[in-house]
């Protein structure tokens, strides 16, 4: 069972607009969620995170927005540039107790083209 | 500089043939894990550690062993490889469980 889905295995967006990244979870005890970037041959980056306490956190040309009613989150790139191509892998953890870690969406691949 | 590497970055080898790919970090990390990557299926959690002394099995085990005799270095054991272990690999260390992992550059491994 699937508890962090990105749906859109991949994404292409012209550079200069927005792109918009979509994942849903499945577990309401999840309540911190990051988005990881990977480029071929690289291991996966840290690129922006947000608790649950927060409805959205932006850093730079990056945001992400937390819908928990929903169960659902977004990462916006604006604008997207050539170098935003790459895998973006969603992920989710339960701060509270159990002994997981982070749970991964499968990933969606962004093609920003000029 | 922080980070977490990984040895060897690729390996070809034969069904069979004990093999360990090594994983350190200089950041004093306290968890560390071990995944897998495969077309379609994402990052898949093999095995991670708390801390010293303590591991346990993530969502795929089979046909992988890891130790953590230190708190810097966590080795992925593959005793007997079979084809179906050719992945690209990926060490990941974080403060704690919960928190973001940092990832190792990864290790793609191809058993023959």
């Known amino acids: 069972d699937q508890q962090v889905k990105q749906n859109s295995p991949s994404l292409s967006v012209q550079e200069g607009r927005i792109s918009i990244l979509n994942c849903d979870y499945t577990n309401s005890m999840f309540d911190y969620f990051l988005w990881y970037k990977k480029y071929p041959a690289e291991g996966p980056t840290f690129l922006i995170s947000?608790?649950?306490?927060?409805d959205k956190n932006e850093d730079g040309r990056f945001t992400v927005f937390l819908n928990k009613s929903a169960k659902h989150l977004s990462l916006h790139i604006v604008p997207s540039q050539p170098g935003d191509s790459a895998v973006y892998f969603c992920a989710a953890s339960d701060s509270g107790g159990g002994a997981d870690g982070l749970t991964f969406g499968k990933g969606t691949h962004l093609i920003i083209q000029p | 500089e922080a980070q977490v590497t990984q040895n060897p970055r690729y390996l070809i080898t034969v069904t069979g043939k004990k093999l360990t790919v090594t994983c350190s970090q200089n950041m004093n990390h306290e968890y560390m894990s071990w995944y897998r990557q495969d077309p379609g299926l994402g990052l898949r959690q093999i095995y991670y550690?708390?801390?010293?002394?303590?591991?346990d099995k993530g969502d795929v085990p089979e046909g992988y062993k890891v130790s953590r005799k230190e708190k810097r270095n966590f080795p992925l054991i593959l005793e007997s490889p079979s084809p179906n272990q050719t992945s690209l690999y990926f060490c990941a260390s974080s403060y704690s469980r919960a928190a973001t992992q940092y990832f190792g550059p990864g290790t793609r491994l191809t058993v023959l």
């Open positions: 550690s708390m801390n010293v002394e303590v591991t």
């Open positions: 947000i608790s649950s306490i927060k």
